[in-house]
């Protein structure tokens, strides 16, 4: 399994960016897939998830109404779009794929949110 995260970069406040996360050699809709964040000095967040089972995602309270996770498994390709950003959001995020009770990660992609 290879998760690879692109779409990341510099946004002002209330602006919008579109994570990618391309997976290879897995059929992401299979599996638990997630949107983590890590800004300096702080833990791993959750931002978002989505279960195998119904497809329906999971939002931290700090992005609900804000960020939207979807899939595309024609792609095997995962999104979060975020919009109405804000310099609270700038952190590294991660994409996670959950086989069984086995985790992959792929590199991340900083997001900076500042004028």
């Known amino acids: 399994v290879r998760l690879v995260e692109s779409g990341g970069g510099r946004a002002q406040p209330g602006g919008s960016l579109r994570l990618v996360c391309s997976a290879s050699?897995?059929?992401?809709?299979?599996?638990?897939m997630a949107w983590y964040r890590q800004a300096p000095e702080k833990e791993r967040e959750l931002v978002a998830r989505?279960?195998?089972?119904?497809?329906?995602?999971e939002y931290a309270d700090s992005v609900k109404g804000r960020f939207t996770l979807s899939r595309d498994r024609g792609k095997s390709e995962m999104y979060l779009q975020m919009t109405n950003l804000k310099p609270e959001d700038t952190a590294v995020y991660y994409c996670?794929?959950?086989?069984?009770?086995?985790?992959?990660w792929g590199q991340g992609t900083q997001v900076t949110v500042s004028l």
């Open positions: 996670q794929l959950s086989i069984y009770q086995r985790s992959y």
């Open positions: 050699e897995v059929t992401i809709t299979s599996y638990d």
């Open positions: 989505v279960k195998m089972y119904n497809e329906i995602a």
